[in-house]
């Protein structure tokens, strides 16, 4: 369903009981709410959870930024690794704002919240700016932006700023394929046929990589979260692979560090996606942020 939250139309989807728990999932850069698998999403109606999920702006089925234009991804990278400040059309702070929005429109005051990736950096803003709308806090494979944390291989790098080579279906495909076979779990690797279906489906209901660009530039201009994250006092778990290739694990003990009382569950052999072997392990985590609640 469509909502209006913070201004902007957002795609988003309630399963579950309306009388549970609220959980609201936050997808990485890029990611549809189709990152959420239905199978995680079911695991955790079956505990008690009202399961809302939903694309970020610029992506998916939610409200395009086009009239920004798209991002110089390579001058905006050397503006970051020198120190200057990047530009971006909107922040993560606007996109802590659309989440909190979308509580507004389902009429929810308070939710847990768990964030991956990019959707993590937006959970922290979320906690940061409205703790009371917060009642929980799990972050999955993220970062708190410091700077002197170790970032991605060069290998890495281009890869997340590469094209695929061709534009058809087949092509993007391929190159997401691709790309997940390098950032993914080594101990728990998803089959090439299971990667081509998933991103078959993602790409046919959408496919925007200057929204992609827009929200990468977003991450950039965001900067260092540290100052705001002694100010978060809720129940926080952490969820991290200690195979990361692209937010290094170092990346989590640096955000146990500066959250009071966060809780860290270092998963070896996980990289930078969520595997299907792990769902119960990630549904046992938010349950346990949330029942510290």
Known sequence: MQ?????????????GSPQGEPLLLVMGLGMQLLGWHEDLVALLVERGFRVIRFDNRDIGLSQRFDDHGVPNLALDSLRYALGFRVKSPYTLE?????????LDALGIASAHVCGASMGGMIAQRM???????VKSLTLMMTSS??????????????AMISRPASQTVEGI????????????????????????????????????PAGTARQMVAIAADGDRSPVLASIRMPTRIIHGGADPLVPVAAA???????????????????HDLPAP?????????AA?????
């Open 3 to 15: 909502l209006t939250a913070n201004g902007i139309r957002l795609e988003v989807e309630d399963h």
């Open 94 to 102: 606007d996109m802590a704002a659309d989440a909190l929005g979308i």
């Open 127 to 133: 906690a940061a700016l409205a703790p009371e709308r």
């Open 145 to 158: 932006g410091a700077r002197r944390l170790p970032g991605p291989t060069l290998k890495v790098r281009s």
């Open 173 to 208: 495909v391929e190159h997401y394929v691709r790309l997940y076979a390098l950032i993914g779990s080594p101990a728990y690797p998803s089959p090439p046929a299971y990667l081509r279906d998933r991103f078959t489906t993602s790409v046919k209901r959408s496919y925007r």
């Open 253 to 271: 003990h640096d955000l146990k560090a500066k959250i009071a009382g966060a809780q860290i569950d270092l998963i070896d052999g996980m990289g």
């Open 278 to 286: 792990l769902y119960p392990r990630f549904v046992d985590g938010i």
């Open 289 to 293: 942020a949330a029942g510290r609640a």
